[in-house]
């Protein structure tokens, strides 16, 4: 019997590159889901060709089945999508 359980948190952590050669700013980050939820940038502005941050995206199943979101981040140079999706079933 494979079962994964509700209400389980599991944690990823998200690295986040500046690959360009101008820093930027990072300024907001939102989730469209309950279920997914995220800490703060460990560092807001990334220095050019290779700055990097990190986030902890957290996943709390309330439901079976597949659940997707999107995290929106807010830049001094516009918005970036981050998608997220996880797939939580049980079966007998």
Same mark, same amino acid.
């Given at each position: 019997? #494979?079962?994964? =359980? !509700? &209400? !389980?948190?599991?944690?990823? $952590?998200? @690295?986040?590159? +500046?690959e360009d =050669?101008?820093?930027?700013?990072? *300024?907001? #980050? =939102?989730?469209? @889901?309950?279920?997914? /939820? =995220?800490?703060?940038?460990?560092?807001?502005? #990334?220095? &050019? %060709?290779?700055? +990097? $941050? $990190? !986030? %902890?995206?957290y996943y709390?199943?309330? $439901?079976?089945?597949?659940?997707?979101?999107?995290? @929106? !981040?807010? @830049? +001094?140079?516009?918005?970036? *999508? /981050?998608?997220? %999706?996880k797939h939580? %079933? /049980?079966? /007998?």
């Amino acid at each position: 019997m #494979l079962l994964r =359980s !509700i &209400a !389980i948190p599991r944690m990823q $952590t998200v @690295t986040i590159i +500046n690959e360009d =050669s101008e820093s930027f700013e990072l *300024h907001s #980050l =939102s989730g469209t @889901t309950v279920q997914f /939820y =995220s800490s703060f940038f460990t560092q807001k502005v #990334l220095s &050019a %060709n290779g700055g +990097n $941050t $990190t !986030i %902890n995206v957290y996943y709390l199943p309330r $439901t079976i089945g597949l659940i997707k979101s999107t995290f @929106t !981040i807010k @830049t +001094n140079r516009g918005t970036l *999508h /981050y998608s997220v %999706n996880k797939h939580i %079933n /049980y079966s /007998y």
